[in-house]
């Protein structure tokens, strides 16, 4: 195996303080305002609808939230806000309950959501800066305390994880102290798998060789890190990489697989990890190169342990943060590295 060298910045720093993002999160949960309020209203069928919004990984995130909702029997979909703010604002109305999240609380489409929202509907934000739109002027607000973040989502996306999970069992009707013991074992969790990045990002570096494209697929809850994996890598190393659903990969992008094609597929949901499998072998039996995420996969960086629902999408985004740094030491540059975007995205 060649060695690579890590260029290390920003980036990587944000990435291995994930550990003390949670804990600061999690302390910050224990503190948050209640949630009675629009608990009691969906609960009494006062709230028709829910409708979950965000850009990029704060729309991505929102996937386990939106099944968790629905298996429990409310109405509930994913629109991104720029969507939902220019084609779709006949739905705030007193009977929809508006769950927005952004990392700024300041991008414009969360503050046109803000003008759009307001006196209509019931707006929980969720965003990690005090400071922003979002916080000041949503109905309630859940602050995320991940810290200050320098490039690509990576500490805030897993405390967003985190705290939508919170606020998904509270809404749900869950005692929330019982949540957050739950959620507790993430901590450790993301520390114990962050103490191995440079083994794991160097042999990724060696397994992704020859690759000129990637895929990240999976089902259920695990489209959170598929959809995230898709942009970050993109952000991240100027690389080509799409997220899509297993099922969605045979609709056409299998016809794309070949030696320098590899795709991620996350085991995911027992319910569906049986096709999860199947698709990583025929990927396989096509030329293509691939591997699994999850408890039993045969790479080191991809194997993950077993844990609870609430928790497994926050360790599902750690393996492709190891292929950001991976590929960026491939061609030796710093990955994460923005030359064209921003923190805060200024236009819609």
Not at 165 to 190: F, I, M, T
Not at 256 to 278: A, C, E, I, Q
Not at 295 to 320: C, K, Q, W
Request: contains cysteine; proline residues 4%.
């Amino acid at each position: 195996m060649s060695s690579y060298s890590i260029v290390e910045g920003d980036y990587l720093r944000d990435i291995l303080d994930q550990p003390q993002a949670l804990e600061d999160t999690l302390a910050a949960l224990e503190a948050a305002p209640s949630l009675t309020s629009p608990a009691q209203h969906l609960r009494q069928g006062e709230f028709k609808r829910i409708v979950l919004t965000g850009m990029g990984s704060s729309y991505h995130g929102l996937h386990p939230l939106n099944l968790q909702l629905i298996r429990q029997g409310f109405t509930s979909f994913m629109v991104e806000t720029s969507e939902l703010v220019h084609y779709m604002p006949s739905l705030f109305d007193s009977e929809t309950l508006v769950v927005a999240v952004s990392q700024s609380g300041q991008s414009a489409e969360t503050m046109r959501l803000l003008e759009i929202c307001r006196g209509k509907s019931f707006l929980l934000g969720i965003t990690n800066t005090q400071e922003g739109g979002l916080a000041r002027r949503a109905d309630l607000t859940v602050l995320t305390r991940a810290g200050r973040e320098s490039t690509v989502s990576c500490k805030t996306y897993v405390a967003m994880l985190l705290s939508l999970a919170w606020v998904g069992d509270v809404l749900c009707g869950r005692n929330p102290e019982s949540s957050l013991q739950e959620l507790q074992p993430a901590v450790l969790a993301v520390r114990r798998y962050l103490a191995r990045w440079p083994d794991y990002a160097r042999s990724l570096a060696a397994e992704l060789e020859g690759i000129q494209s990637l895929f990240f697929t999976g089902r259920g809850a695990s489209l959170a890190a598929v959809g995230t994996g898709g942009l970050i890598v993109k952000e991240s190393d100027h690389f080509h990489a799409e997220g899509m659903s297993a099922a969605a990969f045979r609709h056409g992008p299998l016809e794309m697989v070949s030696g320098s094609v590899y795709v991620v597929v996350f085991s995911g949901d027992p319910k569906t990890r049986d096709l999860n499998t199947r698709l990583a072998q025929d990927v396989q039996s096509c030329g293509g190169r691939t591997a699994l995420v999850g408890a039993h996969s045969a790479i080191d960086a991809f194997r993950l342990p077993e844990v609870s629902a609430n928790i497994g999408p926050i360790l599902e985004i750690l393996p492709v943060q190891m292929i950001t740094l991976a590929l960026a030491a491939r061609v030796g540059r710093e990955a994460g590295k923005f030359e064209f975007a921003s923190k805060i995205t200024a236009s819609e």
